[in-house]
């Protein structure tokens, strides 16, 4: 069935060029920025909004509303795109004098005479009701076959340097995805940075900006052993977690060690299926995470609050997961009967996350580097022998999502 839907998914999305709306596997509609206007009926005018029929969806646009988004030279800035009218001066119970629409433009005249006007497709984007059906990251989620099956191709480090289009092919798999990957990149934590650098920039964390490690532990988390790590989440004990992981093992003179990966998302959207109680009850909760470090070098007590799936209220589109067992700390939010189904909850996306299916494994070598979305991708590792060093960082996720939209990609 998942196959089947992601078969469909990237087939709406190859019609992306003919199709002002497509559908996601969620049933959203992903925006895209070619369209052919529909034709719109005349607006009605209710007590504090009115509505416009546009290409058979109905807007409920609220007067104030509207007035506030005024997009003439005296309410906005066209050139810094910010807002000059003050919101706070602005009388709630106004209403415009005059409505119409003329050319795919609503127009109206508001009184004292001030006139707004608004592209009918720029409501439609930008409507409560266009938001609640559209995807505000569009996502293609997978499992082991469909991931392999893509058969996305790696960056390579020559191209991927000097060339902006293929940059952008690298960002569109990575925000598709939530994983992508440059190879051929020279084995040093110095290429390493340079190539993140070509995306965005450092987040600077207690363990720095671009860190280098080894299975010595330097620093009081597993990760600094040999031991397998179950599949997890970065930083959840963050307020703001990390956005973006990057790793390269530079060096492994020893077996195992594989990376292992898995759509978070794609697990959460099962589960919403599977149990949508169950779903909603982790998006409620709030868990906390901790990290407590006291060493010689390193004193750090951090945590961070938020429910394991954080989804945007209006369209219920999960964006965030934060799952990691070693770092959840004491739940003490919700009283006893909550907390047992809560248990239940998780213990079913959890049997989802470790489904074989469900598992990417990848041996990560000296040259391949990898970017991780953190809010979606779980990573974890098989326990290995001998040396291995690993360098990497985390990334602003604004700044990526803000390259990726320079590009003119959705994200
Ligand atoms: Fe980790």
């Known amino acids: 069935m998942f196959a089947f839907l992601c078969k469909n998914f990237r087939r709406t999305l190859n019609q992306a060029q003919q199709s002002p ?20 009926a005349a607006p009605l005018l209710k007590e504090d909004h009115l509505v416009v029929n546009y290409g058979g969806t109905l807007m409920h646009l609220n007067y104030v509303w509207l007035r506030d988004h005024c997009r003439s030279a005296s309410s906005y800035n066209n050139k810094t795109n910010q807002r000059n009218i003050d919101t706070g001066s602005i009388d709630l119970d106004i209403r415009p004098d005059h409505t119409a629409v003329k050319d795919d433009n609503l127009i109206l005249t508001w009184p004292g005479g001030q006139v707004s006007q608004y592209s009918l497709s720029w409501l439609s984007e930008n409507s409560y009701e266009g938001k609640k059906t559209s995807t505000v990251q569009p996502r293609i989620l997978w499992n082991s076959d469909v991931y392999n099956n893509a058969n996305i191709a790696p960056a390579k480090w020559e191209t991927f340097m000097s060339r902006d289009d293929e940059l952008k092919k690298f960002l569109h798999n990575y925000i598709l995805y939530g994983i992508a990957f440059v190879d051929n990149v020279p084995a040093t934590v110095e290429a390493t940075e340079a190539v993140v650098r070509r995306v965005s920039l450092i987040r600077e964390t207690t363990y720095g900006g671009m860190w280098s490690f080894t299975s010595d532990h330097s620093r009081g988390d597993t990760a600094y052993s040999q031991l397998a790590l179950d599949r997890h989440t970065d930083t959840s004990y963050f307020y703001e977690p990390c956005g973006i992981q990057v790793f390269h093992c530079l060096k492994h003179d020893g077996t195992g060690g594989r990376t292992l990966l898995v759509d978070g998302f794609h697990a959460a959207e099962k589960l919403r299926q599977q149990s949508p109680k169950n779903f909603e009850l982790l998006t ?57 189904q809560w248990y239940v909850a998780h213990r079913e996306l959890t049997t989802v996350l470790r489904q074989p299916e469900n598992e990417l494994w990848v041996k990560l070598t000296p040259g391949k580097v990898i970017f991780i979305d953190n809010w979606r991708v779980m990573h974890g590792r098989e326990s290995f022998t001998g040396l291995r060093q690993l360098c990497g960082c985390y990334l602003t996720r604004d700044d990526v999502l803000s390259a990726a939209r320079g590009f003119n990609l959705q994200a």
């Open 21 to 40: 709306v497509l559908r996601s596997p969620l049933g959203h509609k992903l925006q895209t920025r070619a369209c052919v206007a529909p034709a719109a």
């Open 284 to 340: 409620n909760v709030p868990i906390r995470h901790e990290y407590i470090e006291n060493s010689d070098n390193h004193r750090n007590h951090m945590h961070g609050i938020g429910p394991v799936l954080n989804v945007y209220p209006w369209n219920n589109e999960v964006y965030m997961i934060r799952y990691n067992n070693y770092d959840r700390s004491v739940i003490n939010t919700v009283p006893h009967d909550v907390v047992k």
